[in-house]
Nanobody, 119 residues
Framework: QVQLVESGGGLVQPGGSLTLSCAAS????????LGWYRQAPGKEREFVAA???????TYADYVKGRFTISKSNAKITVSLQMNSLRPEDTAVYYC?????????????WGQGTQVTVSS
């Protein structure tokens, strides 16, 4: 199993910045990607950003240029630096880990952290 614990959510004004962190622990071998998803009230969970074990990054179009994902191999953490935040970024943000076990991909999720962008 993989355990993921997010931190860093909160209330921020439009145009502000916030950094989310996710600490991973457990059976961490064969983790091929770490990422962030979000879910706003009444909406489906959606992809935000991901980083592979090799360091390649992918972003959703609606956060590209504003959010930056990074990871620390030493402590097995993944962070999401969020700049120029907008009210529509308000959501619960979930950390995600993908593990490849003999060719089958398994998803693991954190409990989520609330981000509210409001004046």
């Amino acid at each position: 199993q993989v355990q993921l614990v997010e931190s860093g959510g909160g209330l921020v004004q439009p145009g502000g910045s916030l950094t989310l962190s996710c600490a991973a622990s457990g059976t961490m071998f064969n983790i091929v990607a770490l990422g962030w998803y979000r879910q706003a009230p009444g909406k489906e969970r959606e992809f935000v950003a991901a980083i592979t074990s090799g360091g390649s990054t992918t972003y959703a179009d609606y956060v590209k240029g504003r959010f930056t994902i990074s990871k620390s191999n030493a402590k097995i953490t993944v962070s999401l630096q969020m700049n120029s935040l907008r009210p529509e970024d308000t959501a619960v943000y979930y950390c995600n880990a993908v593990r490849d076990t003999l060719g089958t991909l398994y998803d693991f999720w954190g409990q989520g952290t609330q981000v509210t962008v409001s004046s």
